[in-house]
Nanobody, 126 residues
Framework: QVQVVESGGGLVQAGGSLRLSCQAS????????MGWFRQAPGKEREFVAG????????DYADSVKGRFTISRDNAKNTMYLQMNSLRPEDTAVYYC???????????????????WGQGTQVTVSS
């Protein structure tokens, strides 16, 4: 059974940094792309960043480009999201997601992800 568990959320002031982690289990982590999504209060869930199985291909939402960095350590079955220069509008519940199929081409397509974590709250104060 595939499971993904996020950690690392918290409260930070605008301009600060946080690093989120996503620990995966239940299958060979290194064969699958992974993604980060977020949902702010009263808004739909949106794509934040995605990374291919090898880590060589990444994709970011325009709103986080240049501030967030996605990475993965296949030896540790863990994906990361380094968030710098945080803004109040980054406040949301952040979710880690994994697809059932390997080799997905569109990292930003939420419909391709089958396994979701419980989410971790990120709150950025102004």
């Amino acid at each position: 059974q595939v499971q993904v568990v996020e950690s690392g959320g918290g409260l930070v002031q605008a301009g600060g940094s946080l690093r989120l982690s996503c620990q995966a289990s239940g299958r060979t982590f290194s064969r699958y792309s992974m993604g980060w999504f977020r949902q702010a209060p009263g808004k739909e869930r949106e794509f934040v960043a995605g990374i291919s199985w090898s880590g060589l291909t990444t994709d970011y939402a325009d709103s986080v480009k240049g501030r967030f960095t996605i990475s993965r350590d296949n030896a540790k079955n863990t994906m990361y999201l380094q968030m710098n220069s945080l803004r109040p509008e980054d406040t949301a519940v952040y979710y880690c997601a994994a697809p059932k199929k390997s080799g997905i081409m569109t990292l930003s397509d939420e419909s391709l992800y089958d396994y979701w974590g419980q989410g971790t709250q990120v709150t950025v104060s102004s």
